[in-house]
């Protein structure tokens, strides 16, 4: 008989359209019906400025941890299905407003560089909006070729960001 394996993922959630803290709040619901996977922290909401300098409302931005058996493109699969049913439009547009967008930042200690999968997620170490919700509940997680999120510098000046939930 072979052992369930579960393995940590953190996802980021960000969403400035159509009540953003609700969207942030009902893809939280959503993350709850992955099968085999099970949310097991979530960070508080924070209120960001949008990057890209396209003229638009603020962000709302969270994290949640999961345990998952999935591999991470599944899981990747799942995060794409629960957008397209929160009525996200991927138009091509980068920065652009969004009803919800779903991230996989890390999956476990995987390093990945696929097309349409890269883990851990690009950037992350540029976005206080991520690492900030990261820090709070995992401040020991160790990102590959980062290290600790407590020790990663975080500028919270840019983009102005603040802790609303």
Not at 13 to 38: V, W
Not at 60 to 85: F, M
Not at 115 to 128: F, M, Y
């Amino acid at each position: 008989m072979s052992k369930t394996r579960w393995r940590p993922a953190y996802i980021g959630l960000g969403s400035n359209l159509q009540g953003p803290a609700g969207q942030i709040e009902s893809a939280l619901d959503e993350l709850r019906e992955i099968p085999e996977t099970r949310v097991i922290s979530r960070s508080s909401l924070y209120r960001s400025s949008p990057l890209g300098g396209i003229e638009q409302p603020d962000f709302v931005n969270a994290v949640a941890a999961v345990l998952t058996t999935l591999g991470p493109r599944d899981l990747l699969r799942n995060l794409k299905a629960i957008e397209r049913r929160r009525g996200r439009d991927r138009n091509g547009q980068r920065w652009g407003p969004r009803v919800i967008d779903l991230d996989l930042l890390v999956f476990s200690r995987a390093v990945l560089s696929e097309a349409g999968l890269s883990i851990p997620h690009p950037g992350i170490a540029e976005r206080n909006f991520v690492l900030l919700p990261l820090r709070e509940i995992a401040p020991d997680l160790v990102i590959p070729g980062l290290g600790r999120v407590a020790s990663i510098s975080i500028n919270e000046a840019e983009p102005a960001i603040d802790r609303i939930a």
